[in-house]
């Protein structure tokens, strides 16, 4: 069965900013090529940028001071091993111990807590670090920009939108198929997409059988991938779409080119050995269905291995 349906890209995202600022640079235009991680959109960032600073400084001010605690830490703990030696041996005073115990404790906690502090710290630039980066919006994917939605000097919101793309390396051809048949369309059928617009045929294979009608038509969404390299396939454009409709079965199958239509009529023009030689023969046909770029047909007098026209025959004609 001949479905009509619409090409679809295979991403489509409006890309929009984590966070709220001025757009300070917005280098693509509707209709660039944009690879996946160039830059999109730069807002404002020199507050973000100072902030950033600032915390990578008091983060290097508190590793200096962990390493000062480490290095009492160190000083307490040979001093602690010392001291408690002298007092099994009864060499030191049960105050000089009792200090040096204390020392060491006092210094251990005072090293995790500058421990403590540095982690802090670090968490802090972190987020900043993300806050920042988050000012430069790039592309999730290789596509085109379809759609802008601000402009260098525009306020944008956390959340508001930039840009819209599209990725159309991969075409989704889209075709509402009616639940009498959805039942002979499954995924790795075959499919013949034909673009009117390009005047070209593209043989695929359904690719997902969403389970999911339209309660109203009572059809169900299939979708057929077709690559496109060459970008020839748009977003939007109007395909039909030949697809499964009934049970697999043998039938003469013939070179879509070898079929003429003349009106509401088709015919082909067979081979046949004749008085003069080999003629071509006309012969009215029915198409049941078409696979690929060939169609099975219906017709009496064609049998399996008969020759028929492909070039040239729509300037023949019966007598």
């Known amino acids: 069965m001949r479905l009509v349906g619409t090409i679809r890209p295979r991403l489509r995202a409006v890309l929009a900013a984590e966070v709220?600022?001025?757009?300070?640079?917005l280098p693509v235009e509707i209709g660039d090529a944009v690879t996946k991680g160039?830059?999109?959109?730069?807002l404002r960032d020199v507050t973000r940028v100072a902030a950033h600073a600032e915390a990578l400084a008091r983060l290097s001010q508190l590793e200096a001071g962990l390493d000062e605690a480490n290095a009492l830490l160190a000083?307490?703990?040979f001093e602690n091993e010392r001291m408690t030696n002298l007092w099994k041996e009864n060499r030191s005073s049960e105050k000089e111990y009792n200090d040096a115990r204390s020392d060491y404790r006092a210094a251990q906690g005072r090293a995790q807590q500058a421990e403590y502090a540095v982690k802090a710290q670090q968490a802090v630039v972190d987020v900043l670090a993300d806050n920042l980066a988050q000012t430069e919006i790039r592309a999730p994917f290789d596509g085109v920009i379809v759609t802008k939605r601000t402009e260098v000097g525009a306020w944008v919101e956390q959340g508001g939108e930039i840009v819209e793309a599209v990725d159309l390396s991969v075409a989704r051809a889209r075709v509402n198929v009616p639940e009498a048949i959805i039942q002979f369309c499954r995924v790795g059928s075959d499919a013949l997409v034909t673009v009117d617009a390009l005047r070209k045929d593209f043989a695929a294979t359904i690719t997902r059988v969403i389970p999911d009608a339209?309660?109203?038509?009572?059809?169900?969404?299939?979708?057929?991938?077709i690559k496109n390299s060459d970008r020839a396939l748009r977003a939007g454009m109007f395909v039909s779409?030949?697809?499964p409709s009934g049970v697999g079965g043998e039938r003469l199958v013939i070179p879509k080119d070898a079929v003429v239509v003349r009106g509401t009529s088709r015919m082909i023009f067979v081979i046949r050995e004749g008085e003069q030689g080999p003629m071509a023969m006309p012969l009215p046909v029915s198409i049941v269905s078409e696979v690929r770029d060939s169609?099975?047909?219906?017709?009496?007098g064609l049998n399996a291995g008969d020759r028929v026209v492909i070039r040239g025959n729509e300037y023949m004609f019966a007598p």
């Open 75 to 77: 000083k307490a703990e």
């Open 241 to 243: 779409v030949a697809v």
């Open 295 to 300: 169609v099975a047909v219906e017709t009496a």
């Open 20 to 25: 709220g600022g001025l757009v300070a640079a």
């Open 214 to 225: 339209d309660e109203r038509a009572r059809t169900f969404p299939v979708e057929i991938d």
């Open 38 to 42: 160039q830059l999109l959109c730069k």
